[in-house]
Each structure stands twice: as C-alpha cells, then as structure tokens.
C-alpha cells in the first residue's frame, strides 16, 4: 500500500522494528499532511552526535549528474541509489562506526528547485536496538544534522524503513564502490576517465552547488556506473553500466542543523 505521511512515535518504531522478523518499519499514514508538518523540532533530550564517513550514488543520469550541479536530471526525471558508510562516530555514548545505510528514489525535476523524493530506505541489521533508534532518528531529520534540513524539504514520500543485510564496500583508493543489499540490491561505480585523462589522478571538484550530503569541503569524485540493479519499496531498476556515479565523503553532527 503506497502511503504518503511520516508518523514518528519513536518508542513504537523500535518496539517493531525488533520485534518482526522481516526488520520492516512502515512509517506512514494518509493523513492528508505534508512531510514537513510531520518532521517536528528536535526534541529537547536528543544527545549530541556525530557520524563521518564515506556517501555514494548510482543513478539514470548521464555521467556527470547534473543534480550535484544544482541542475535538472537527464530527461528531468532520476532513478536513484544512495548509500552511505558510517566510518566513526558517536549517538550520546553509542558507537556508530560501521553501519551502512542505504536509500532508494525518484524525483522528477530539480531537485533543488522544488522537486521532491519519493523514498524508501535500509538500515544496517547488525544495529543493536539503541543503534537502529540512532539511525532512524538521524536518516529520518528528527534530530537535526543535515537531514532534519533535508528531509522536509525534498522528500515527499518515505514509503518505509526496512533493516536489512548491506554492504559497503569502498576502496581506499576510490578505484571501486560497490553496494549489496541482500539479493535485491547491486549497484557499483569506478572513476571516470577519458582519452585525455592522468589516470593516476582522479577526477575532483569542490564547493558542489547540489551537495547531497549538504555542504561540504571535502572532494566529489566522479564516476560512472558499472552496475545499478535494485527491486524494492516499488522501485524496480536496471541502470546500464557507464551512467552516473560519484563519491562524496560526509560529515555530520547534531542536535543543532548545522
């Protein structure tokens, strides 16, 4: 059932999310509200936290996405895998190093200029209960960090959370990025070079217009696809290999959204 409107009562959340055997979490009921009414201030007991780590993406754009310049995607319409691997971090005193978090969407027009995800998102199983309550939390901007920037503003439709098998797999040196969820996910990237590439070098900019992990200092690598197969939340895809693909490490903390 496609449903259209987030619900956050956080103790029933982790109460399901433990206790079925699938891990899935359908955050939604038609309502008839928009996301952003139901994204509220963060709560006043939220603990400091801080995850860094290592973003990716595959999607139906041509390579280079379009989206990172701030600009439409190709054909105005993008078929869309996110991943991210946390590196380090911490939820009060919880450890958060380790955990992958995959999201999948569409999105017709730019957008950062009004377009709007519909979604729907894996959680790492090996989470214990206070690590997957950290990480709905933060992937779902209830406690600020980017995401509570992000998430009502350009997601319309969270279709579900599900905790599952991933993988994240990125090599040190950016020559390969590969991602699995159990067996209805696979998606991979490589660098993007050309004739008159160095390619001991890779290919970087900096101060992205469209950031997707939001404004960052550090380097977009960019790549093209190798493979983009996924079958879930009723996305059904199988992205040609050279599309769009690129590399973005991230950097977050909250409660506050900065």
């Known amino acids: 059932m496609h449903m259209s409107v987030l619900t956050l009562?956080?103790?029933?959340?982790?109460?399901?999310?433990?206790?079925?055997?699938?891990?899935?979490?359908?955050?939604?009921?038609?309502?008839?509200?928009?996301?952003?009414?139901?994204?509220?201030?963060?709560?006043?007991?939220?603990?400091?936290?801080?995850?860094?780590?290592?973003?990716?993406?595959?999607?139906?754009?041509?390579?280079?996405?379009?989206?990172?310049?701030?600009?439409?995607?190709?054909?105005?319409?993008?078929?869309?895998?996110?991943?991210?691997?946390?590196?380090?971090?911490?939820?009060?005193?919880?450890?958060?190093?380790?955990?992958?978090?995959?999201?999948?969407?569409?999105?017709?027009?730019?957008?950062?200029?009004?377009?709007?995800?519909?979604a729907g998102i894996f959680l790492d199983a090996r989470a214990d209960e206070i690590q997957r309550d950290a990480l709905v939390k933060i992937f779902t901007g209830q406690v600020g960090g980017w995401m509570a920037e992000f998430v009502p503003a350009k997601v319309r439709d969270l279709r579900a959370v599900e905790f599952a098998d991933i993988t994240v797999d990125i090599e040190s040196t950016l020559e390969r990025w590969r991602v699995t969820v159990d067996d209805r996910v696979e998606a991979s990237g490589m660098p993007l070079y050309g004739p008159t590439s160095d390619t001991t070098r890779l290919m970087q900019s900096f101060n992205p217009p469209g950031s997707e992990v939001g404004p960052t200092d550090a380097p977009v690598t960019w790549g093209k696809s190798v493979a983009g197969r996924w079958k879930a939340f009723g996305f059904d895809q199988n992205i040609p290999a050279g599309q769009a693909s690129k590399h973005i490490p991230f950097d977050w903390h909250g409660p506050d959204k900065s």
């Open 9 to 118: 009562n956080m103790s029933i959340l982790t109460r399901d999310m433990m206790s079925s055997g699938r891990h899935h979490v359908n955050l939604f009921k038609a309502k008839g509200m928009k996301m952003s009414d139901q994204v509220s201030a963060v709560p006043a007991t939220t603990p400091d936290w801080h995850i860094a780590g290592e973003w990716l993406d595959v999607c139906s754009c041509n390579s280079p996405c379009p989206c990172t310049y701030a600009q439409p995607p190709t054909g105005n319409h993008c078929e869309v895998l996110w991943a991210y691997r946390i590196n380090s971090g911490h939820y009060g005193g919880t450890p958060m190093a380790g955990l992958r978090i995959v999201l999948l969407a569409n999105f017709t027009g730019n957008l950062w200029n009004g377009a709007q995800l519909d």
